[in-house]
């Protein structure tokens, strides 16, 4: 199974700072993966899928990258609707996984 | 509407069973690969179970051979029967639609989820 890791696990940051947030996996996923957003609550929704590409009406602040291990999301300035938990999900064998998560909370 | 309710949580001894279905609306759901998703109270989601159009099913190791998936295109319906139920296996599950396209999957639409509780 390819297990996935997420660094950090929580941040905390303020309106308009740049975030990064890095997940791995355990063998080459060349771009099978997307990431998701979670708010307290609710369903998670979809934010990148094919590592880099964003999803229709999400906002351009939010960019994904890389390909086989290593994987980045960066939202370029935190807006206040932002504050929520991140997860990566690679889809490129099953089983799929996801990422333990990243909490992004207000500093 | 397009949408996903599902229906069918509730408390269950452990070593019991649970059956839980996911009603469709507003697409074609013949079409669509589907999915369970579960998150236990403030843990992360953990990926359950997955059948294609064809009817092949897929599970991870931990609900294999306990869990098992099913749908119903005639109504629209997807399942997901539970068995030999943990206390582990107390969750919110999600019914989740896979967009599958040739460089393109992702999770499209998600249900509000149904709370499964395994206790004595």
């Known amino acids: 199974d390819i297990q996935m890791t997420q660094s950090p696990s929580s941040l905390s940051a303020s309106v308009g700072d740049r975030v990064t947030i890095t997940c791995r996996a355990s063998?080459?996923?060349?771009?099978?993966l997307g990431w998701y957003q979670q708010k307290p609550g609710k369903a998670p929704k979809r934010l990148i899928y094919a590592a880099s590409s964003l999803q229709s009406g999400v906002p351009s602040r939010f960019s994904g990258s890389g390909s086989g291990t290593e994987f980045t999301l960066t939202i370029s300035s935190l807006q206040p609707e932002d504050f929520a938990t991140y997860y990566c999900?690679?889809?490129?064998?099953?089983?799929?996984?996801f990422g333990p998560g990243t909490k992004v909370d207000i500093k | 509407e397009v949408q996903l309710v599902e229906s069918g949580g509730g408390l269950v001894q452990p070593g019991g069973s649970l059956r839980l279905s996911c009603a469709a609306s507003?697409?074609?759901?013949?079409?669509?690969?589907m999915h369970w998703v579960r998150q236990a109270t403030g843990k992360g989601l953990e990926w359950v179970s997955a059948i294609g159009t064809a009817g092949d099913t897929y599970y991870p190791g931990s609900v294999k051979g306990r869990f098992t998936i099913s749908r119903e295109n005639a109504k629209n319906s997807l399942y997901l029967q539970m068995n030999s139920l943990r206390a582990g296996d107390t969750a919110v599950y999600y019914c989740?639609?896979?967009?599958?396209?040739?460089?393109?999957?992702?999770?499209?639409?998600w249900g509000r989820g149904t709370l499964v509780t395994v206790s004595s």
């Open positions: 507003g697409f074609t759901f013949s079409s669509y690969d």
């Open positions: 999900l690679q889809h490129n064998s099953y089983p799929i996984t």
């Open positions: 989740a639609r896979a967009h599958v396209g040739y460089y393109t999957w992702y999770f499209d639409l």
């Open positions: 063998q080459g996923i060349r771009n099978d």
